[in-house]
């Protein structure tokens, strides 16, 4: 699976290529700037794009901007943005224009090397990755309707959703059984307004009404 990755720091640019590589990744590019991010995916048109939210030349929003331009003219290219600190508005304009194969992790997630590949072949293969902390501060806010209906531990299968674990993983990390998860995430979607359809679609629109985004 071919990747690019645009990171300023050098060091943390080295080690990402060496993670992508050591897990089966081909790194096709690995750029210091959203401007050579933008061309190398135009050239190589790759699977997943691993990218910085502050890049040169003004550290600002560059790889955010950057990001969203490869979601538009390559809907097919995954994107999961690496961010220093919690700034979850990040994360909701990503999703806003497409609610697969995006993520965003905090960078100090590098560090843990198997929760990192984790989140980057989910990304990968089409679905979503959303930092924890990041889901933490959503929780902290949306204290309103429609997420007050939830009880706490739905609001808690719900906070897993929106990091985009499967239904055993949620299991797994809330010690319960698969069928309790699926009976809270029924739950969730009868007290979020969502009717019957295709659970994959209304699992992205929960995540939406969580993000406040949709």
Do not use: C
């Not at 401007?35 to 794009?49: D, F, S």
């Not at 965003?104 to 929760?115: F, G, H, P, T």
């Not at 009717?195 to 993000?211: E, I, K, M, Q, T």
Request: hydrophobic share 50%.
């Amino acid at each position: 699976m071919r990747a690019v990755i645009a990171e300023d720091s050098v060091l943390l640019r080295v080690g990402l290529v060496k993670v992508l590589e050591a897990v089966g990744f081909e790194v096709a590019a690995a750029v210091g700037d959203a401007e050579q991010l933008l061309a190398a995916v135009e050239e190589h048109r790759p699977a997943v794009v691993v990218a910085d939210v502050r890049m040169p030349p003004d550290y600002t929003d560059e790889g955010v901007r950057a990001a969203l331009m490869i979601r538009r003219q390559w809907p097919e290219v995954a994107v999961l943005l690496l961010s220093q600190y919690v700034e979850e508005r990040y994360a909701a304009d990503l999703l806003a224009t497409n609610t697969s194969g995006v993520g965003y992790l905090l960078k100090q997630r590098v560090a843990n090397v198997d929760e990192f590949v984790d989140a980057l072949q989910r990304v990968a293969e089409g679905g979503t990755a959303l930092d924890p902390e990041v889901v933490a501060q959503l929780l902290v806010r949306r204290h309103r309707d429609p997420l007050e209906k939830l009880t706490p531990r739905e609001r808690d299968v719900l906070g897993l959703m929106a990091e985009g674990r499967s239904n055993a993983a949620i299991a797994a990390a809330l010690v319960v059984s698969d069928s309790a998860v699926a009976k809270h995430i029924n739950s969730i979607f009868t007290k979020l307004d969502l009717p019957p359809a295709d659970n994959s679609h209304r699992r992205v629109l929960a995540v939406l009404r969580f993000l406040e985004v949709g």
